[in-house]
């Protein structure tokens, strides 16, 4: 998808923005300049990273409780 010359929903910039299929407020989806889409994909990448986590933490709990005697 490429940019063109918009207002930014998240921070009010008037320049590049993309249309980002995140509905947030009804079905418009939502139009982000790229310093606020990499902060979205920044945030979105640190939940992965902790429900990784959780997970593998999860899986070594329950092959605790299966092992112990």
Same mark, same amino acid.
């Given at each position: 998808?490429?940019?063109? +010359? /918009?207002? @930014?929903? =998240? ?5 590049? %923005?993309?249309? &980002?299929? !995140?509905? %947030? #407020?009804? #079905?418009?989806? !939502?139009? $982000?300049?790229? +310093? @606020?889409?990499?902060? =979205? %994909?920044? *945030? %979105?990448?640190?939940? +992965? !990273? =902790?429900? /990784? ?5 999860? *899986?070594? $709990?329950?092959?605790?409780? &299966?092992?112990?005697?």
């Amino acid at each position: 998808m490429e940019r063109y +010359i /918009g207002e @930014c929903k =998240i921070c009010g910039a008037c320049n590049g %923005v993309r249309h &980002i299929a !995140l509905y %947030v #407020s009804g #079905s418009e989806g !939502l139009e $982000a300049c790229e +310093i @606020c889409e990499m902060n =979205i %994909v920044g *945030y %979105v990448r640190g939940l +992965i !990273l =902790i429900a /990784g986590i959780a997970r593998k933490e999860g *899986y070594k $709990a329950c092959r605790q409780k &299966i092992e112990a005697p």
